[in-house]
């Protein structure tokens, strides 16, 4: 099994890497089912494995033995009694049941980011909570969604995956109108709860004061709380002030937008995992000129297509060739004037009636939808919205967009328009 596993590991190591930390290991398995030992040389190896390579090394067993498994770690003399025990004795799981891509080991951070990536990965290996909550804020495309993905597998590899939850408070709102019990008791076996776009909790409050009850619920009794949120906390003009001061006691930290250097380094990654040839030159022209990681991710998908399907190495001339279609179709820049004339030529009306104060059941359905978007995709304050859509008080804003709520639960109709929407906004 090791020698499969070694020309495993090939794709993503170099044999010098290999030598180093892989071959001293004896991999051997335990009598009971789908479970492994891992043994290192001497305690000191087994220190410098546990703080340098091991969140690697797990990474790509679990890819390589697929979920399920078990994996025991201990040294050749049994001694736990050293500077090495941390690492000796211990067990982990394979399970990356939030996704296989999200891990510590992969997300790509330089200086910029470095204080956020080492206190996540700090929170997130702790055997007690030490940042309650810890609150992730960055700008779309910042990488929170990965980060926060990363911690929960990171967590399950100690406790059951059942016992976090990671979804959204639009989860939490359909939990709170199911009439199945309160988010208290809902979560009682719960270890951690793990909340993506937090920011949308303010839209919600049919959900504070439960949400308020969790939190506090879970903060007395040491349960980690990880949320990731597109505005920063202080911002959240619309939360309510206990909750708010709540979670600004807990630890916010705010990833920075990716820059050149960690681009650079993103394509490197991916062409090396698809074993995708591209000179130094053309990985540094993709990073310059693509900043959304997405659309880089689907530049270098047309590029290894190209590769599989005419069967050669993409010369520089196939390479401008894939590039100038890829620049035909940019991701576009979403703002308030996009999303208006969206929802204009939609709902065939002036833009300019958006901003007006027509009462007709039309115009007051698109006016709404209007602000519900920017609010939704742009994260913009609604005193902010009361101003783009003709100066209207912020109360209106925070009536359109609980309208348009309250129409989404109770029609799937409007809420498949909703969705229509954005992908026209996109």
Same mark, same amino acid.
């Given at each position: =099994? ?34 492994? !030992? ?83 990965r700090q929170v997130a290996k702790a055997r007690e909570t030490q940042y309650n ?21 990171? =967590? ?25 019990? %309160? ?5 009682n076996d719960h270890v951690c709860l793990v909340l993506d776009d937090f920011h ?10 439960? *949400? ?30 206990s909750l708010k001061s709540r979670v600004e006691g807990g630890l916010v930290i ?21 074993? *995708?040839?591209?000179?130094? !030159? ?46 035909? %179709? ?9 999303? =208006? ?86």
């Amino acid at each position: =099994m090791k020698d499969s596993l070694r020309q495993h590991l090939r794709q993503s190591c170099t044999d010098e890497e290999l030598k180093r930390w892989f071959d001293p290991l004896v991999i051997t398995p335990c009598d009971e089912e789908r479970c492994f !030992t891992i043994r290192f040389p001497h305690r000191f190896f087994a220190e410098w494995f546990s703080t340098t390579v091991r969140d690697k090394f797990e990474e790509q067993l679990s890819l390589f033995l697929g979920p399920g498994y078990t994996l025991r770690y201990a040294d050749n003399n049994h001694d736990r009694t050293a500077a090495g025990a941390a690492a000796i004795g211990a067990s982990t799981r394979t399970d990356f049941p939030f996704g296989h891509a999200f891990t510590l080991e992969n997300y790509i951070a330089n200086q910029k980011n470095h204080f956020p990536l080492a206190t996540a990965r700090q929170v997130a290996k702790a055997r007690e909570t030490q940042y309650n909550p810890f609150v992730i804020c960055g700008p779309s495309g910042s990488g929170k969604t990965h980060l926060l993905k990363a911690m929960a597998n990171e =967590m399950s590899k100690t406790v059951d995956s059942n016992a976090i939850f990671y979804g959204t408070p639009d989860d939490l709102r359909v939990m709170v109108g199911s009439n199945s019990g %309160t988010l208290k008791e809902r979560f009682n076996d719960h270890v951690c709860l793990v909340l993506d776009d937090f920011h949308r909790v303010q839209d919600l409050p049919g959900v504070h004061e439960a *949400l308020l009850e969790l939190f506090d619920d879970f903060h007395d009794s040491g349960r980690q709380m990880l949320f990731a949120s597109t505005q920063g906390v202080a911002g959240m003009d619309n939360l309510p002030t206990s909750l708010k001061s709540r979670v600004e006691g807990g630890l916010v930290i705010t990833l920075k937008q990716h820059d050149l250097d960690v681009r650079t380094r993103y394509v490197k990654r991916l062409c090396q995992s698809k074993r *995708l040839k591209l000179t130094k !030159t053309q990985m540094l022209t993709l990073a310059q000129r693509f900043e959304d990681f997405r659309f880089l991710q689907g530049i270098l998908l047309k590029l290894f297509a190209f590769k599989e399907l005419v069967h050669k190495e993409i010369q520089d001339k196939d390479f401008q060739s894939i590039l100038q279609y890829a620049e035909e %179709t940019p991701a576009s820049r979403v703002d308030p004037e996009k999303i =208006m004339h969206v929802v204009a030529d939609h709902f065939q009306v002036p833009v300019h009636e958006l901003a007006g104060h027509k009462r007709s059941q039309n115009i007051v359905f698109a006016r709404q939808m209007g602000i519900y978007l920017c609010r939704s995709l742009l994260g913009l304050s609604y005193p902010a919205l009361g101003r783009l859509f003709g100066g209207k008080d912020h109360s209106t804003a925070m009536y359109a967009v609980k309208k348009i709520d309250e129409r989404m639960a109770d029609d799937p109709a409007v809420k498949h328009l909703v969705t229509q929407l954005k992908k026209k906004c996109s």
